[in-house]
């Protein structure tokens, strides 16, 4: 039989240890800061219940679910008539009764519905974890990614969004990254369908809007065509999409356009408090007000925010906002929630293109102890248990290999020093630490060299 070739599905990496230690420096980053605002860790399954997932992210994200087949035979069940009929909507519901998690939020409103009676409210929560979508890989978008998901549920005040605008702002100043932070409210987008006249229509209208970065005006316009909105409605929502402005210039205008929509003044004067919010503290990324921004995802109900890179365009790099009453689905009404979403990968792959990480990352081992056979590497072994014991990262090469091999080993791992102990080192007890970077070489007792590295 001949052997096969070793792949993974598309859209699915392997990180390998040069990626890991930039992946954890990523991760532990953004888990102080979350913890440094009060925020308390939260794990999920990978898999939940179709019953969860259906219908939570609308049409387009039920078909990028992943179901899982039922144990055992999946087909005894099912209908002859079913299978004959080849129709796969009505059969996937018989024989998958689970999938793998689309987010973090849906889960998170799951599990707060499941838990509410052994927790407190406001109940504020962080999860670092993997999810997964039957997309279509390309750039930036991936099968199966991880998200960095911070919220808070339990509360309806906006000093929660602006608190999550600090975070944002303060991760990715600590990431190297410049960034913009959109806002916009599903409010203000709700009073703007109303007033074109399609207030029954405005999931189809806002996603429409929110493709104008992708597909320009024009064609935004000719998509609300499709979706059988009217010309009129549409010559309306042109100046709205086209407006250049500051953010309270923009509020200004949308204030005379959604005079009489309710629904759109309460969106309104929650952006404008936002806004007021966020000049009280200091902020080191912009905020700007765009008026296109709606995301994809149905229950959104208030404020929404997207995060782009100014220096690389990769699309959104994080992503959130206020949903009211996404566990009354569950059974749990009237507890609004908000939160966004950092898109571990992207952020990965900007950080990668601009050259941010750290050097230092990938030098895990600080020194190598060179191994000159049975006798050195017993000596050695003392030393070395000295030296981590110290808190200094350490190994001894496990082979008396040619000292060639050993040295392009140590210069492979970015190990900056090497410790050699030979005879003459083991009578004198010091130890020759040659710098791999300079090529020099001091001697010195194993109590000197645990200064000269704790040091660094």
């Known amino acids: 039989m001949a052997s096969q070739k070793p792949s993974i599905p598309k859209g699915t990496r392997d990180f390998g240890p040069a990626e890991m230690v930039r992946r954890n420096y990523i991760f532990s980053l953004v888990r102080e800061v979350f913890k440094k605002y009060g925020y308390l860790p939260l794990e999920t399954p990978a898999m939940e219940n179709l019953s969860t997932l259906l219908g939570k992210y609308g049409e387009e994200g039920d078909k990028l679910l992943f179901r899982i087949l039922n144990s055992g035979d999946f087909l005894s069940k099912v209908a002859g008539e079913d299978l004959l009929e080849k129709k796969s909507s009505k059969l996937s519901g018989k024989i998958s009764e689970k999938g793998l998690k689309y987010d973090l939020t849906v889960p998170f409103a799951r599990f707060v519905v499941q838990h509410q009676n052994e ?46 605008i600090q975070i944002i702002d303060e991760i990715f100043a600590k990431l190297g990254m410049k960034i913009l932070v959109k806002i916009n409210n599903r409010k203000v987008l709700a009073g703007l369908s109303e007033v074109l006249g399609h207030g029954d229509k405005m999931i189809a209208i806002t996603m429409a809007m929110d493709k104008i970065d992708k597909i320009g005006l024009e064609g935004v316009c000719k998509e609300l065509r499709e979706k059988e ?25 949308l204030t005379d356009l959604l005079s009489e929509s309710a629904m759109g003044q309460e969106g309104i004067r929650e952006l404008r408090l936002l806004l007021e919010y966020s000049d009280e503290v200091e902020l080191g990324c912009e905020i700007e007000l765009d008026l296109s921004l709606a995301r994809g995802l149905n229950y959104y109900t208030g404020a929404i925010i997207e995060v782009v890179s100014t ?125 791999m970077d300079t090529g020099t070489q001091e001697s010195l007792t194993v109590q000197e060299l645990i200064a000269k590295l704790k040091t660094r």
Not at 229 to 253: C, H, R, T, Y
């Open 119 to 164: 927790i407190g409210f406001p109940f504020k929560r962080f999860q670092i974890q993997p999810v997964w979508r039957a997309d279509r890989p390309q750039k930036g978008r991936y099968r199966e990614f991880y998200q960095c998901d911070v919220d808070v549920i339990g509360s309806k005040s906006l000093l929660s969004e602006l608190e999550l």
């Open 311 to 435: 220096e690389y365009n990769i699309g959104s790099v994080c992503g959130g906002g206020r949903y009211d009453d996404l566990t009354g689905i569950f059974g749990l009404k009237d507890i609004s929630g908000v939160g966004v979403s950092f898109g571990a990968d992207r952020i990965y792959d900007t950080m990668d293109h601009l050259g941010l990480f750290p050097d230092k990352l990938l030098k895990s081992t600080q020194v190598m102890f060179a191994n000159f056979g049975i006798e050195e590497a017993k000596y050695c072994l003392s030393l070395l248990n000295k030296v981590r014991k110290a808190g200094i990262h350490a190994e001894i090469y496990p082979d008396p290999a040619k000292m060639k091999k050993q040295m392009s080993y140590a210069n492979n791992k970015n190990v900056q020093y090497v410790a050699l102990v030979g005879e003459e080192e083991m009578k004198n007890q010091v130890i020759s630490l040659k710098n």
């Open 229 to 253: 909105i009217s010309e009129g409605a549409i010559e309306k929502l042109k100046p709205v999409l086209s407006f250049q402005g500051n953010s309270s210039e923009k509020l200004n205008m």
